[in-house]
């Protein structure tokens, strides 16, 4: 298997169908954790953003953060969920890095239920629930993998215990890993343009656990699955999805059948491990959290906050692909769509230039200088694309202007004067067309006798003469008609 491509997969037999739902925990980009007024910022010294709460110290209350809520449910209603009145509870379980030994959670009352997300593909994912619960501790183990079972010590921060999540329940409607990593990226779009998370799978802030099993395509049966815990990147979620697809298989073919489990993904060995037994509900002792009240949020509250919700991906992807009609790639509208850029692409589009050209030079050359700084402004990058649109400057001129402009604060006037980007004029262009052509009399023949590689000799000697000024699609033009002229004279 390649190390490079993070699309390729293990294949899986078609005589099997492959049946996933995701639980995708996000932490909610809130200044304070849920029950408590400590910081919830990553990166801090470890064990420093603690108190008597978020340690679990008995006496201790939680108070729920109101701007968790909000974005909890900002989330509910940007995936088509049904906000109601919910219930926090005690879910019951042993762990070092969680200092109460119980985890505040949602449990048979979460504040959203059953909404839907439809995919870039058009494939619809219902989402069963999307409730909040508080996070616990990070245990960092030394020597050996870096797995508890190889280390000679280990390190707990809490700094992380106590920071909001909400959990996204998918209905076990994905069926290959390709739609399981295209789920994982819009609801990371989603989760961005709402504001509730900040996306970063690298540090943590979006971690997804994999619900895997197999059936005999054409059956609607459920057959036992195992769970993957902390997929961290969208590259280990594909690959063991699919690595876990096919051990299901060979067991199934060998007339064995899997265990009900929770398995770890072994990045180094591309392989799926076992964690231990599956845990049932009931494992959990869930009961209700004593010393909270019934969380209900009132219609108006819940409509103020639907009245706030921005354009999400989808209505991006529309509003640009009706613009650009089919002459854009897929690729570059969700590149031209992300957060950072989407501003700017809005602005270039509202002003009126080609939508074809400013999704090119936002998902190209833009993407390439991200993150941009402050100065770079949506009007410094207008004005920049406006030059192209009036055929001021050739688009290679603008591509050098616009690294220049995302890295010196300068005005575009000023930059242009200092790099010299001076349009060619046509006159001066028609004498460099012709004095290539003779040149090189030989290949000038050929071409015109229809030998249509030398095209970019041709084109490529032009460019030269003209010290980079010139339009290479403005030289291709002038070779057709020479070469047409050519013909009516012979
Ligand atoms: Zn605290």
């Keep these: 298997m390649s190390g490079k491509d993070d699309t390729m997969f293990e294949e899986i037999s078609d005589a099997w169908e492959l049946v996933v739902g995701l639980e995708v925990h996000t932490e909610l980009k809130t200044t304070t954790k849920l029950f408590c007024g400590c910081s919830n910022q990553f990166g801090s010294e470890p064990n420093t953003n603690i108190c008597p709460v978020c340690l679990g110290l008995p006496g201790s209350l939680p108070v729920l953060n109101r701007h968790a809520v909000e974005l909890s449910i900002r ?12 219930l926090f509870h005690r879910k019951n379980y042993f762990y070092p890095d969680m200092p109460k030994d119980y985890q505040i959670s949602q ?68 069926h290959t890993p390709e739609q399981a990593r295209e ?42 699955r195992c769970e993957i815990k902390n997929l961290n990147s969208l590259r280990s979620l594909g690959r063991a999805i699919a690595h876990e697809a096919n051990r299901h298989i060979a067991l199934y073919e060998s007339g064995e059948s899997p265990t009900q489990q929770t398995r770890f993904w072994d990045e180094s060995g591309q392989v799926t491990g076992a964690l231990r037994t599956k845990e049932e509900a009931n494992d959990y002792r869930y009961f209700p959290e004593p010393d909270l009240v019934p969380l209900a949020p009132s219609q108006e509250w ?8 921005p354009e999400l991906p989808q209505q991006r992807r529309e509003w640009v692909m009706d613009l650009c009609g089919e002459a854009t790639t897929n690729d570059r509208i969700e590149t031209a769509i992300s957060d950072e850029l989407y501003p700017f692409l809005v602005a270039t589009l509202r002003s009126g230039l080609s939508p074809q050209r400013v999704v090119a030079r936002t998902s190209n050359e833009l993407a390439a200088e991200l993150p941009l700084p402050n100065y770079f402004s949506t009007e410094r ?28 604060d300068a005005p575009i006037s000023e930059l242009i004067a200092r790099l010299g980007l001076v349009a060619i004029s046509a006159d001066s262009l028609a004498e460099i ?27 490529g000697k032009i ?28």
């Design 75 to 86: 989330v509910g209603l940007a995936l088509n969920c049904t906000v109601q009145a919910s």
């Design 107 to 174: 449990y048979d009352l979460p504040l959203n239920i059953r909404g839907h997300l439809v995919l870039p593909s058009g494939h619809r994912v219902g989402i069963e629930r999307a409730h909040m619960e508080e996070d616990t501790g990070k245990s960092s183990h030394l020597g050996g993998s870096g797995r508890i079972s190889s280390a000679s010590a280990s390190l707990i921060d809490y700094n992380r215990s106590g920071v909001p999540l909400v959990e996204i329940v998918s209905a076990p409607d994905i």
């Design 183 to 224: 789920y994982v990226s819009e609801l990371r779009s989603v989760l961005v343009a709402v504001g509730a998370s900040d996306g970063k799978m690298e540090e943590g802030s979006l971690r997804v656990d994999a619900n895997v099993s197999v059936r005999p395509r054409g059956s609607t049966e459920l057959r036992t």
């Design 302 to 309: 819940i409509q103020s906050i639907r009245d706030t919700l």
């Design 381 to 408: 990058f207008v004005e920049i694309c406006s030059l192209e649109e009036r055929g001021e400057l050739t688009p290679t001129q603008v591509k050098t202007l616009l690294t220049e402009a995302t890295h010196d």
């Design 433 to 459: 067309v012709n004095s290539v052509i003779e040149e090189s009399p030989a290949e000038w023949t050929r071409f015109v006798e229809g030998e249509q590689q030398l095209r970019g000799f041709l084109v």
């Design 463 to 490: 460019m030269k003469a003209s010290k980079g000024k010139a339009d290479g699609k403005v030289v291709g033009e002038m070779l057709v008609e020479r070469v047409s002229a050519a013909k009516k004279v012979g």
